[in-house]
Every structure is written in structure tokens, then in C-alpha cells.
């Protein structure tokens, strides 16, 4: 069945540290997306990609890194720089710039501070 | 841009019972609408979604929503709550030429016996 993958589902993060996310998806879907919840906010974008080769912030990219080197993947670096990693981080993606289409969600990762 | 008002962060619903979740969005220009549900610990999954055409729109597990252009509302319905339905429920908007999605904070659905 065609989804998108998202791992690790827990993640701990010391400080200083950068980790990364990361986000994989066989539905051949050109853009892809980065999102982190807290509770009480709903979802905030971090990043997009709408193509290879491409991307640009959302709302909060302070303290995040993207890459997208190829379709099917978009890892997310949570580095250093942002002071409150703690949250729960989803992955989507449309297909086609996905203009009116849904987002696909992967499963999540929660990212926690040792 | 586009901003997404959910009314009610909590309801409580008895089984049985209609769930009404409300949302509200703030544009010109109709948008594309979306209904989704999360469980915890889950990514999101699709409910429904307005685009255009008919301005009721059914969606899965007997949920569905009917745009309102003149009150800019968007509210979820189901006429029979059923345990399974606790969860959370999240109403987003996205603009005609925008790939952004807008989310609501997200409404808290518990269903008691």
C-alpha cells in the first residue's frame, strides 16, 4: 500500500545536539511537507517542498533544516539553534503542488529533550 | 493568509447523541475546506474536504460538513456519536493558489456511555 513513512516514532535529544527526522513517501506525490504540533495549537508549517531541488520556509523554520533530494524524500534536521524541540512532528504530502488536493499524514514523530 | 477558528477546544458527547463541531475560516475568496482526525499518537486522516460544487459534503465514518459562504463556516456534523469517534478534530482551509494548509487548533471529542 502506497503512504508516507516517518521515523523514528520516538526520539530523544540531547543538548547541542542536531537530529534528524526523517520522512519517506511511495505515493509519488511532488510536494511535501513539514509540520510540528503542540497541544492547544494545532499544526504549524515548518517547511514545504513543492518540487526536487526545492523549498521554502513555513511559519516557523527558525532553528529547522530541510533537504530534498529526491521525490520520495524530505528528512527534517531539528538543530541546535531551536531552544524547544519538544513536540510531535507529522510529515504530508499532495500530489501535483496538490492546489485543492488533501495532504497525506504519516504517523509522527515525538521528539522529547533528555 | 488565511485563519481558521474552531469554537470549543473540548466537547463531550453521549453515545448516541449529535456531534456538532464548529468552524469558522477568514477569506474573500472561497477556499478549498478540510475536516481531519487524529488519534492519539497518529498523523492525521481525512474526514472530508470541500472544494466546489455541492455544499453539503459527506465524508467517512458518517461525518459530514456543509460550507456556508455567507457565515464563512464550515461545521462538522454526525447525528449519532459512537465511541470510536474520540478524538481530535481538526478543520483546515487552504486559499484557491496557495499550497499552504491552515489548520484550527483542534477540537477534543469525548464520547461517554
Known amino acids: 500500500d502506497g503512504g508516507i513513512t516517518q521515523s523514528p516514532k520516538y526520539l530523544f535529544r540531547k543538548e547541542g545536539q542536531n537530529v534528524t527526522l526523517s520522512c519517506e513517501q511511495n505515493?509519488?506525490?511532488?510536494?511535501m511537507y513539514w509540520y510540528r504540533q503542540d497541544p492547544g495549537q494545532g499544526l504549524r508549517l515548518i517547511y514545504y517542498?513543492?518540487?526536487?531541488?526545492?523549498?521554502q520556509k513555513g511559519d516557523i523554520a527558525e532553528g529547522y533544516s530541510v533537504s530534498r533530494e529526491k521525490k520520495e524524500s524530505f528528512p527534517l534536521t531539528v538543530t541546535s539553534a531551536q531552544k524547544n524541540p519538544t513536540a510531535f512532528y507529522l510529515c504530508?504530502?499532495?500530489?501535483?503542488?496538490?492546489?485543492?488536493?488533501?495532504?497525506?499524514f504519516g504517523d509522527g514523530t515525538r521528539l522529547s529533550i533528555l | 493568509a488565511q485563519s481558521v477558528t474552531q469554537l470549543g477546544s473540548h466537547v463531550s458527547v453521549s453515545e448516541g447523541a449529535l456531534v456538532l463541531l464548529r468552524c469558522n475560516y477568514s477569506?474573500?475568496?472561497?477556499?478549498?475546506l478540510f475536516w481531519y482526525v487524529q488519534y492519539p499518537n497518529q498523523g492525521l486522516q481525512l474526514l472530508l474536504k470541500?472544494?466546489?460544487?455541492?455544499?453539503l459534503v459527506k465524508g467517512i465514518n458518517g461525518f459530514e460538513a456543509e460550507f456556508k459562504k455567507s457565515e464563512t463556516s464550515f461545521h462538522l456534523t454526525k447525528p449519532s456519536a459512537h465511541m470510536s469517534d474520540a478524538a481530535e478534530y481538526f478543520c483546515?482551509?487552504?486559499?484557491?493558489?496557495?499550497?499552504?494548509?491552515?489548520f484550527g487548533a483542534g477540537t477534543t471529542v469525548t464520547v461517554r456511555a
Open positions: 504530508a504530502s499532495t500530489p501535483d503542488g496538490g492546489v485543492g488536493q488533501p495532504q497525506h
Open positions: 505515493l509519488n506525490h511532488d510536494a
Open positions: 517542498s513543492q518540487i526536487v531541488n526545492d523549498f
Open positions: 477569506s474573500s475568496v472561497p477556499p478549498y
Open positions: 470541500y472544494t466546489t460544487g455541492a455544499t
Open positions: 483546515a482551509v487552504r486559499g484557491k493558489n496557495d499550497y499552504k494548509l491552515s
